[in-house]
């Protein structure tokens, strides 16, 4: 009996082996999309065979101009995709630069992501399918066989906000057995992102374990905050539930967020190891969170020496009054008084806010507030944010 059961149990295991082998045997072959190649292009396919037509948008295309409610902007271009025989759609690239490309498909007009690629990053209320093309400074943006940090998602009460509020946070590799204090950098989103999106599309734990293991930056921990004071967390990580995300919200850009910032530096000075001085404090941002580094950096004037204003947004609503808004070219004068090492700012030539934030060059060159400057090709894009992250993160804490 025992011999009748494993001679079942054996012609059954064979019965499967068989019929997987079968179906890759006769099965049709898989589909690989994005294809990136030795020469840098890269080759994407779609299988639709009904479809009347197939293209592509994404920000490793030339760009086109489009009016938008923040005035005339560049956005990716579309390309189209070429169908065969058998239904299966394509195209290929010319040769890309070293970055991280996002992109999406658009089926007979339906916009939708590629189902052969499994990397897919979402930015406010859309998402979009990635890929690397390494070779320069993008390999800054791949895991490499380096130290690593840890992620860690924490809460912490903001009695500002009347709620707990979530923040992520990077600790370098070492950090959990070492006894030594280390420097904090707050790095701040822009309109619409949340904690999410300097470890998602800014790849900063990427960049941080890269750097540091190449000497290049000091080991410090990176604090990234959700600047949209009326959410908890990021949408879908707090109570509220499955929401849907906005570009904005309550109290966006009316003081309140660089009001309760303290609430932050408070939670990290308390549950880390940090230098708790201004020399270990730094302050950065892309576009509203530049707008709230520059504020915070003034109104708590002598807090960091490293201040960093990635195409910034500079000056507030008019229609909007909030005390953190007041005197402001008293505070500036404070904050240069006060002294610090590094005010950084960087915008790309195309960027909307190319204007506003030369216009506030003026004033700093005026007041003689010293500042580093460094001006990008492109616009308003993660492509030159993660740039400048890996540009100033090895200036910090020198």
Do not use: C
């Amino acid at each position: 009996m025992k011999k009748q059961l494993l001679f079942i149990i054996a012609l059954l295991v064979m019965t499967n082996i068989n019929s997987f082998a079968q179906q890759a045997l006769w099965g049709a072959a898989p589909i690989i999309s994005p294809e990136v190649k030795a020469d840098h292009t890269v080759t994407f396919r779609i299988q639709a065979a009904d479809a009347d037509s197939v293209q592509i948008t994404g920000d490793f295309l030339p760009t086109v101009k489009m009016k938008t409610q923040w005035g005339v902007m560049d956005v990716p271009g579309k390309a189209n995709l070429t169908k065969d025989e058998k239904g299966l759609w394509t195209f290929t690239s010319q040769p890309l630069e070293s970055d991280l490309y996002s992109y999406t498909i658009i089926v007979d007009g339906f916009k939708t992501t590629d189902p052969n690629n499994v990397y897919i990053i979402r930015d406010v209320a859309s998402v979009f399918n990635v890929f690397i093309v390494g070779g320069g400074k993008a390999d800054l943006y791949q895991v490499n066989k380096v130290p690593h940090g840890s992620v860690t998602r924490r809460w912490y009460d903001s009695p500002g906000n009347v709620m707990p509020r979530r923040v992520t946070i990077y600790t370098p590799a070492g950090y959990e057995t070492s006894k030594e204090k280390y420097p904090v950098l707050y790095l701040l989103h822009g309109m619409g992102g949340d904690e999410e999106a300097w470890i998602a599309l800014g790849r900063t734990s990427q960049i941080l374990d890269n750097l540091i293991a190449q000497g290049k930056a000091k080991p410090m921990i990176v604090v990234m905050t959700n600047g949209n004071v009326a959410q908890e967390a990021a949408p879908g990580e707090s109570s509220l539930g499955f929401t849907k995300p906005s570009m904005q919200m309550d109290h966006t850009m009316d003081g309140k967020f660089e009001e309760t910032f303290p609430d932050v530096i408070k939670f990290v000075e308390s549950n880390y190891r940090v230098k708790a001085e201004k020399s270990g404090r730094a302050i950065a941002g892309l576009s509203m969170g530049g707008y709230h580094s520059l504020h915070i950096s003034r109104y708590y004037p002598n807090t960091f020496d490293y201040v960093g204003l990635f195409s910034a947004a500079i000056i507030p609503n008019e229609n909007v009054t909030s005390k953190v808004y007041e005197n402001i070219d008293q505070t500036l004068e404070a904050q240069m008084k006060n002294g610090y090492k590094l005010y950084w700012i960087g915008i790309g030539k195309t960027d909307f806010l190319y204007k506003n934030v030369e216009e506030y060059r003026a004033k700093l060159d005026k007041m003689g507030m010293k500042y580093t400057y460094v001006e990008t090709e492109g616009g308003h894009t993660w492509t030159n944010w993660r740039v400048y992250l890996s540009q100033i993160a090895p200036l910090l804490f020198k």
